[in-house]
């Protein structure tokens, strides 16, 4: 299953780290190799981190490996893996960090970056549940004025369907 780019965070904060989220399996994640970047480690050290402590990580959540080729016009043509980390597993990947000023800043960034899609999430479901409000209101409106037709219809139609009873007797 590939994953695809929820928004960037953080881009209005000039100096700040950019925290880009990712939906994978309608949860946002972000990308090992970003936050090896935003650490300025080499994405093979976060790697051997994560498989080093993946029975830790795994507690927190099914930890989805994928690989990509890398960019046209880049040096080597091997496939990079890396890791799509929920929340809990990019908190514990930098809590196996030293808290330097870098580290710190890039937790509350990636604070923001959660909290700001978890908001996202719940702004889309209460604009759905709206809709389907409105939509629901509308119906109703219609079959407020379509219902006295419907009634007289069922009645006519009633009518059309009884048989002259002959009563007098007349008939045997």
């Known amino acids: 299953m590939t994953a695809k780019i929820i928004k960037p965070v953080g881009e209005s904060n000039t100096g700040k780290s950019r925290i880009i989220l990712t939906e994978y399996k309608g949860e946002p994640r972000v990308d090992s190799r970003l936050l090896a970047e935003q650490l300025d480690n080499k994405h093979k050290n976060s790697m ?3 498989e080093r402590y993946l029975g830790k990580f795994q507690e927190f959540g099914v930890v989805p490996f994928q690989t990509e080729k890398p960019l046209a016009g880049t040096a080597g ?3 990079e893996r890396f890791a799509l980390l929920n929340e809990d597993q990019a908190f514990f990947l930098l809590a196996l960090s030293r808290n330097s000023d870098r580290v710190v800043g890039l937790k ?3 604070i923001m970056a959660f909290r700001e899609a978890r908001y996202g999430y719940a702004h889309q479901a209460l604009e759905a549940r ?11 409106a219609h079959w407020r004025y379509d ?10 139609l ?6 002259p009873l002959d009563l007098e007797g007349g008939h045997q």
């Not at 219902?147 to 006519?156: C, W």
């Not at 009633?158 to 048989?163: A, D, G, I, T």
């Open 48 to 50: 051997a981190l994560i």
């Open 147 to 156: 219902k006295p037709g419907a009634y007289q219809h069922v009645a006519h």
């Open 130 to 140: 709206q809709q389907q409000a409105s939509d629901c209101g509308r119906r109703l």
């Open 77 to 79: 043509g091997r496939p």
């Open 158 to 163: 009633r009518e059309q369907l009884k048989l």
């Open 108 to 110: 509350a960034d990636l």
